[in-house]
Structures are given as structure tokens and as C-alpha cells.
């Protein structure tokens, strides 16, 4: 966070600087189903992607540029396509670059886990989204999703210098109550850290998944407490404590809650992702933030440098900076919102 901090110190001073972290999509491939995912609105073209020598020179030109962090995730599921994926991550770390990757834990093969710590990754983020195979599986669209995860941290686990573990959870109807067993399973494996996003809605499924006003209730203020008591004495990290100023009642309806208490000071805005933490597609598109996109511009015909410092990409910053927000803030991942104020409160003090 404090880098993020002082490269936004240096845009107030208008000394823009290059983003602090980058989020990656090697592919939209997925060997899984997942209930909530917006691959079931089959709004992804498979074929249009960018092609791996150019997906390699872009990563080094992220490098040069000053990216301190890397995150590959997807659209699908980065092992789809290894080859692609590890290439990525080579060059990161040969970089110096901090590593992460988030997915679905289901396609690691022992020759994987050696590349990934041989390249020395620092995070791999599994996807888990039950305590017991009925309800991951169930959720993922695919029997064996869970079992295979299993079986592939242990993999992780036979290296004392593995990269450091993470479970990410998908809060919904069907597993908000098991929350306080995914805690108890992640120490049985030596996972450190959890995450829990409450689902987005991008697609009219999700609607029937989220967890209604009683299920909130409950969850909130009863399920979170007892899970962070848990999670404290086994030593894992959490992100349970946002969860009292989460609005994911009302994801899809975002604008407003963005808005609150903000203004057109830079210091004090609704949102510092344009400016430090983009994101750039499978098909090539760099979208300001990770939640909406601007379609013309694509390192497939441009550089980085020139879209991050172009002329779309400030036109967006301005449109923030005025409270302009665009439609797709309405389906903001609703735990952007606390980290949003957590900057503007260090904003402040620097």
C-alpha cells in the first residue's frame, strides 16, 4: 500500500508515475463451470487473443516501466495455458517483480509446482469455494474440482521454500455458513491468508445465489466475529474486518456507495484505481480499473506507456475526479470500496 500511496502523491503533484501493480489475463480458457462466473453469459471469443510473443514483450515493457507487482488471473483459468502463463511469470521475477496468481487450484502437476518454485513466485492464490467437495464442486461445475485442489496444495506443501499459499472465497447463499470450516481446512494445509468477495453480479444467476437480508444479518454480525475469533488463534490472515462497512446488498447498485463522502480533490476522490492498478485482457484490451473497460485501446497495436499516459486513459481519471462514474461501477468488487478509503486516509497524512 505505500508504494501505491507515494505514486499517487506523485499524480497530485502531476508527476504522473507507471502503476504500482498490474492485473493480467493470460487466457479466458477454463476447464471449470462456475455458477457465478460471467463465462456463462458466453460473452468471451476464445480466438481473440494475443499472441504469446507479444503477451512476452509486453510484460517486459510492464517491467521496465517501474510495475512493481504483477497479479495473473482470468477471464479463465491461467494453467489452460502454461506455457503462456509461465512465460509471464518468468519474466516477472526475472524482473524483480512481486508475483501473484489467482486460480482454481484443479491443474497442477508436480512438474508446475517445481517450475513455479524454481522461478521463485511469491503467491498462489486458490479458489475455494466450500469446505467439502458437494459444495465446491457444486458451485465450480465440475466433480474432483475439490479433492484435486487438495491434492495439488499438498504438492506445495512437500517444498520448504514454496510460495506463500491463499484461499479466495466467493461468498453466496451455499457456503456463507462454512466459512468458519474453510478457516479450519486452510490451517490444516498451511494456508496463511483468506479472502472472502461477496459474489458479483454480472450474470441473472448470481441473483438467485446472493445472500438475502437475513442471510446478511446473520453473516455480518454473528458468522464473521466467531470466524475472525477463529481465524486470529490459528494465525491467518483475513479480510473479515472490511465486512462491517461492506454494502454487498448491493452489488450491481454500486454508484452511490462510491460515491459517499467524496469529492472532486484528488486527495479525498471516489476511486485511485485508474491510476495505479489497471488491467489488461486476454484479447488484448487495457481497461483502467478492473471492473470496466475501454475497448479502443489494446497492446496489440499500441505500446502500455502509450495507452497508461494516453489521452482515453485521462480522459477516464478526469471523469472519476468529477463523480462521472461509468455504468460498469455499478459492479464494482464491493471490497474495493473500504480499500478506496483506506487510501484516502493515508492520502491525507502523507
Not at 491463499?166 to 461468498?171: H, I, S
Not at 441473472?204 to 446473520?218: C, H, Y
Request: charged share 25%; glycine share 4%; net charge positive.
Amino acid at each position: 500500500m505505500e508504494e501505491a500511496i507515494k505514486r499517487l502523491a506523485n499524480w497530485a503533484s502531476k508527476k504522473p508515475q507507471a502503476p504500482e501493480a498490474i492485473q493480467i489475463y493470460p487466457t479466458n480458457k477454463c476447464n471449470l463451470r462456475c455458477t457465478f462466473c460471467s463465462q456463462q453469459l458466453q460473452e468471451y471469443n476464445l480466438a481473440d487473443t494475443v499472441k504469446k510473443r507479444r503477451w512476452f514483450a509486453i510484460t517486459k515493457e510492464l517491467c521496465k516501466l517501474g510495475v512493481k507487482k504483477i497479479l495473473i488471473s482470468g477471464g479463465g483459468e491461467p494453467l489452460c495455458e502454461p506455457k503462456l502463463t509461465f512465460g509471464i511469470m518468468k519474466i516477472a521475477k526475472r524482473y524483480g517483480l512481486t508475483g501473484r496468481i489467482i486460480n482454481n487450484g484443479t491443474l497442477w502437476t508436480e512438474k508446475l509446482v517445481n517450475k513455479a518454485i524454481k522461478i521463485g513466485w511469491d503467491n498462489v492464490i486458490f479458489s475455494i469455494d466450500g469446505s467439502n467437495p458437494a459444495t465446491h464442486d457444486f458451485l465450480r461445475g465440475k466433480r474432483e474440482a475439490f479433492n484435486r485442489i487438495i491434492e495439488n496444495i499438498k504438492l506445495f506443501n512437500k517444498f520448504k521454500d514454496r510460495p506463500s499459499l491463499e484461499f479466495t472465497t466467493v461468498l453466496n447463499i451455499y457456503n456463507y455458513k462454512e466459512i468458519p470450516e474453510i478457516i479450519k481446512l486452510a490451517s490444516d494445509l498451511k494456508i496463511k491468508s483468506i479472502t472472502v468477495e461477496p459474489v458479483c453480479v454480472n450474470n441473472p444467476n448470481v441473483e438467485k445465489i446472493k445472500l438475502n437480508q437475513k442471510q446478511r444479518k446473520l453473516f455480518q454480525e454473528k458468522i464473521i466475529p466467531e470466524s475472525q475469533k477463529l481465524a486470529t488463534s490459528l494465525n491467518i490472515n483475513t479480510n473479515f474486518p472490511k465486512f462491517s462497512e461492506l454494502k454487498f446488498e448491493k452489488t450491481g447498485e454500486l454508484r452511490n456507495s462510491i460515491l459517499k463522502n467524496t469529492s472532486n480533490n484528488f486527495f479525498n476522490m471516489p476511486c485511485y484505481e485508474p491510476w495505479i492498478w489497471p488491467k489488461i485482457e486476454a484479447n488484448g484490451e487495457v481497461w483502467p480499473c478492473s471492473t470496466v473497460p475501454i475497448r479502443s485501446e489494446n497492446i496489440k497495436n499500441k505500446t502500455f506507456k502509450e495507452i497508461w499516459y494516453g489521452s482515453e486513459f485521462n480522459k477516464f481519471r478526469e471523469r472519476i475526479m468529477n463523480h462521472d462514474l461509468p455504468e460498469g461501477c455499478e459492479n464494482c468488487v464491493s471490497t474495493h470500496l473500504p480499500i478506496n478509503q483506506e487510501i484516502r486516509e493515508k492520502l491525507k497524512e502523507y
